[in-house]
Structures are given as structure tokens and as C-alpha cells.
Nanobody, 121 residues
Framework: VQLQASGGGLVQAGGSRSLSCAASGSIFRINAMGWYRQAPGKQRELVARITSTSSTDYADSVKGRFTISVDNAKNTVYLQMNSLKPEDTAVYYC????????????????WGQGTLVTVSS
């Protein structure tokens, strides 16, 4: 299974940016997909997560500004980021909890390569 993230770049404070992450490979079911971020000198933190039942979870710092969505047909998760702030600057990683086949209920965590979002003040 591979996760390919895209959409990072430089954006001015107050602006918007959209990230996408497509999962490919041996996938029977995607139980959840999400976005994490890691700023320089800080630990990786959850930004937003969406489950197969469309339940969502957001970090308090992004509530009301970021929206996570998923296209199940494309195995792709999106993160729409609005009203960006300099403190949103980080490498954003997509994550997926995937059941690879129908023979087992085992679920595995996969990570994308990270995409850098830089918000200038």
C-alpha cells in the first residue's frame, strides 16, 4: 500500500490551500484516513481524521478553518485549509488505517511521504 500526498506549498497568512492523498495497492477496506503535521522542533500531531462511517475529528487549533473529506471511489482524502496562520506551517503527513484483504480483520497503519505547507506572515 502506498499513500501519495500532494498540494503543499507556500501560502500567505489568511489564504487557503488544499491537500490530497491517494491510497493505492492492496486495499480491501479503508477504515480511516487522516492528516497529521509536524512543525520544526515539535512532535507530530493529529490535524484531522475521518472514518469509514464519516465520523470526523479535528485538532482544536484547526476547528472551523480546516475541513477533511474523502472520495471513497478514489481512495483519496482531502484537507481543505482556510484562514491559514503562520503557526500552521509544518510538514503534513497523510495516514490511513487499512485492511488489506478480506481474509483477516487485521488493520495496518500507512503513512504518506509528507508535504510541506509554509504560511508566510
Amino acid at each position: 500500500v502506498q499513500l501519495q500526498a500532494s498540494g503543499g506549498g507556500l501560502v500567505q497568512a489568511g489564504g487557503s490551500r488544499s491537500l490530497s492523498c491517494a491510497a493505492s495497492g492492496s486495499i480491501f477496506r479503508i477504515n480511516a484516513m487522516g492528516w497529521y503535521r509536524q512543525a520544526p522542533g515539535k512532535q507530530r500531531e493529529l490535524v484531522a481524521r475521518i472514518t469509514s462511517t464519516s465520523s470526523t475529528d479535528y485538532a482544536d487549533s484547526v476547528k472551523g478553518r480546516f475541513t477533511i473529506s474523502v472520495d471513497n471511489a478514489k481512495n483519496t482524502v482531502y484537507l481543505q485549509m482556510n484562514s491559514l496562520k503562520p503557526e500552521d506551517t509544518a510538514v503534513y503527513y497523510c495516514n490511513a488505517a487499512i485492511r488489506p484483504n478480506s481474509y483477516s480483520y487485521a488493520e495496518y497503519d500507512y503513512w504518506g511521504q509528507g508535504t510541506l505547507v509554509t504560511v508566510s506572515s
